[in-house]
């Protein structure tokens, strides 16, 4: 089946920090990632990573979001297999959030 999930989180500064883990049994579709810089004055540096349990690649690194914007690092589609993880992580904890829309397919 199809279930549509939405997350919303602050950003820690925790290099690696897992966003996201895409179920067993599951096939995840990220359809939409926006982050925005809620801080009112500095820039932030957004990570996002994809962890397959073997490879780990970089979707986006250190990044520069400036205050008060947003950006939609993931251009078009990511699918996600069984396992695999999304990191995501700011260079200044709490100045960027993350909002994902995905499909899960079971």
């Known amino acids: 089946g199809l279930g549509d999930v939405y ?4 950003l820690g500064d925790t290099a690696d920090a ?5 179920p067993a049994a599951t096939t995840a579709i990220i359809i ?3 982050v925005a810089n809620v801080d009112g004055t500095d820039a ?3 990570n996002i990573d994809h962890n397959d349990g ?3 690649a970089a979707l ?6 400036p205050a008060d914007s947003a950006v939609n690092p993931i251009g078009g589609k990511l699918v996600l297999e069984a396992g695999d993880e999304l990191r995501a ?8 959030e993350m909002t994902l ?3 899960e397919i079971t």
């Open 18 to 22: 897992v966003a996201y883990t895409c």
């Open 7 to 10: 997350k919303r989180q602050a």
């Open 44 to 46: 932030a540096d957004l």
């Open 60 to 65: 986006v690194s250190t990044l520069s979001v």
């Open 32 to 34: 939409h990632c926006q």
């Open 54 to 56: 073997s490879v780990v």
């Open 101 to 103: 829309s995905l499909l």
């Open 89 to 96: 992580w700011a260079g200044a904890a709490s100045d960027l």
